[in-house]
């Protein structure tokens, strides 16, 4: 009976110990892990059926095994995160260290395979056919390129991936960032190569402009640059997502294309530019050293020259201003004589810049981007700059009017495209910006040549009104600054207990409006007293 006992109490222990080795042995569900070796298990079945695959069928079979090695690559960042959330789990990092083991090595393999591939194709024809199957080479072998520049993008995110795993792999990138930096550096030779052709080509043409062979040659050397030109931009994003330096590649791609982004921002680029331009100044001094001496004397002639015209034309404007039939306010004149001399001279030193041999294009194009920035950030100084035009273009005032803009009131001194300088009765000078007072009401005060006077006089209830009104009319007519059109106005207001109020408006020139307004008072107030009107 003993030896049964201990046979049930050693099986119950054994029980235990094995549920307990079955909990410590249970994975927790990985979601990006499984589909990610579900996608690598799919992948194995396509490559094991690959050599039953026919000949004519294989491109297309192995094109579509590429879209799903790309998204196997894309799948293991997510794997990755997944893992990390689980913690540290021995079978777990096995097994997606695994996965990136097989990734890694069967793209890379893919890799070759694609080269190879496109290394086959090329020797097909001819790179300057013309014929219907050298044009479908041509767009197959691009598409080629753009499968390795994917995988490239791929493989550089699966290195991240193994790095962040804690896995060495120093070898593997150093491998990956020399592979990408060859290619690159090939890549930039043949394209500068390719441009000095082109140059030799429109030489050609320009002596020659009937020859068709030339022209068909230009025409094909031009096609191949710009398929270069785009590998290379595919190139760049494979070096910036890696962290390499492009800023040498980038002036390449500005200068080749002629056109500019964002790019042209980056202080290494333009340095770049800078550099290579003022290189090739410094060359074009060596080889041409006697002829420097007259390249500096035309570059001063020319800018003195455009000096000079300048201020003819200046000179010029000005007069046409000045003549009886034309009518521009004084600010409209500034504003025009300052932009025609800055528009003659910066033509003549662009001019002059090009006698030398300098390109001015690059860096126009390049404070053309900046300024678009600049722009943005200022854009209230922008709005002042547009409405200070319009208040020229609609003669809103002009120097010397006295004005009621933007809660400012006074006489205008002076005026920018940015703001308008206003001094007030007792002298205080207030700069308001030209976007405010084009966003509210402009109220000229001095516009026009007559301004009428409103004044209220008052007189006791006992006086004869006929007589009042005729006592004001008579210093009116009698007074040598007041208009006799329009006619002055005078007639009874208001009518109290207390007072009779009189409206009084007499019309006088804008300049005598305000001294007109004080002595006035003054004036009816002493011809009352004369006439005994209280």
Same mark, same amino acid.
């Given at each position: ?107 890379? /393999?893919? &890799?070759?395979?694609?080269?190879? =591939?496109?290394?086959? @194709?090329? $020797?097909?024809? !001819?790179? #300057?056919? *013309? ?119 980038? /002036?390449? &791609?500005?200068?080749?294309?002629? =056109?500019?982004?964002? @790019?042209? $921002?980056?202080? !290494?680029? #333009?340095? *770049? ?262």
């Amino acid at each position: 009976m003993y030896r049964w006992l201990g046979v049930v109490m050693l099986t119950a222990m054994m029980g235990a110990m094995f549920a307990q080795a079955s909990a410590d042995n249970r994975v927790p569900t990985v979601p990006g892990l499984a589909e990610l070796e579900e996608r690598i298990d799919h992948l194995k079945q396509m490559q094991a059926a690959a050599d039953a695959v026919r000949e004519w069928d294989r491109d297309g079979f192995y094109f579509r095994l590429d879209q799903l090695m790309l998204e196997a690559l894309a799948g293991a960042e997510t794997a990755l995160f997944d893992v990390l959330e689980t913690g540290e789990i021995p079978l777990v990092r096995e097994r997606i260290e695994s996965a990136t083991d097989w990734l890694l090595e069967t793209s890379i /393999a893919r &890799l070759e395979e694609i080269y190879a =591939r496109t290394s086959q @194709e090329r $020797l097909k024809h !001819d790179e #300057f056919d *013309s014929g219907l199957q050298a044009t479908v080479s041509r767009a197959f072998i691009q598409d080629l390129r753009a499968l390795i520049f994917e995988y490239m993008s791929g493989l550089g995110a699966l290195l991240r991936v193994r790095e962040q795993l804690g896995l060495s792999i120093e070898d593997d990138r150093n491998a990956f960032e020399e592979f990408i930096t060859r290619n690159v550096e090939r890549l930039h030779g043949q394209i500068r190569l390719d441009a000095q052709t082109l140059t030799e080509l429109r030489r050609a043409l320009r002596a020659e402009p009937s020859n068709a062979d030339t022209e068909l040659a230009l025409r094909a050397m031009d096609y191949k640059q710009t398929r270069g030109l785009a590998n290379m931009a595919a190139w760049l994003d494979v070096l910036q997502e890696q962290g390499l330096d492009t800023a040498s590649h980038h /002036a390449l &791609l500005i200068q080749q294309q002629g =056109r500019l982004g964002a @790019e042209i $921002l980056q202080r !290494d680029v #333009f340095a *770049s530019i800078w550099r290579e331009q003022t290189e090739r100044l410094w060359r074009n001094v060596a080889r041409n050293g006697p002829n420097l001496l007259i390249r500096v004397f035309t570059f001063l002639a020319v800018l003195l020259l455009a000096w000079m015209a300048a201020h003819a034309i200046r000179r010029l404007l000005e007069a046409i201003m000045n003549t009886s039939f034309v009518r521009l306010s004084q600010l409209m004149k500034e504003r025009l004589l300052t932009l025609s001399f800055g528009i003659t001279f910066l033509a003549g030193v662009v001019l002059a810049l090009t006698t030398i041999g300098w390109s001015v294009m690059p860096m126009l194009a390049g404070l053309g981007v900046a300024g678009l920035v600049i722009g943005f950030a200022l854009q209230d100084s922008l709005k002042s700059f547009v409405a200070g035009w319009m208040i020229l273009l609609y003669h809103a005032y002009d120097v010397g009017d006295y004005v009621q803009v933007s809660g400012a009131e006074g006489r205008v001194r002076r005026m920018t495209l940015n703001s308008t300088r206003i001094a007030t009765l007792d002298n205080t000078i207030k700069l308001v910006p030209n976007r405010k007072i084009w966003e509210e009401t402009i109220v000229n005060l001095t516009a026009s040549r007559a301004r009428r006077v409103e004044l209220e006089i008052a007189c006791g209830p006992g006086n004869d009104i006929d007589r009042v009104e005729n006592c004001i009319r008579e210093l009116l007519s009698e007074h040598p600054k007041v208009l006799n059109k329009p006619p002055p106005e005078v007639h009874l207001a208001r009518f109290g207990s207390s007072e009779m109020v009189f409206a009084v408006w007499p019309w006088v020139r804008t300049e005598n409006y305000w001294t007109m307004r004080r002595s006035l008072l003054k004036e009816i107030r002493q011809r009352f007293e004369r006439h005994g009107i209280t």
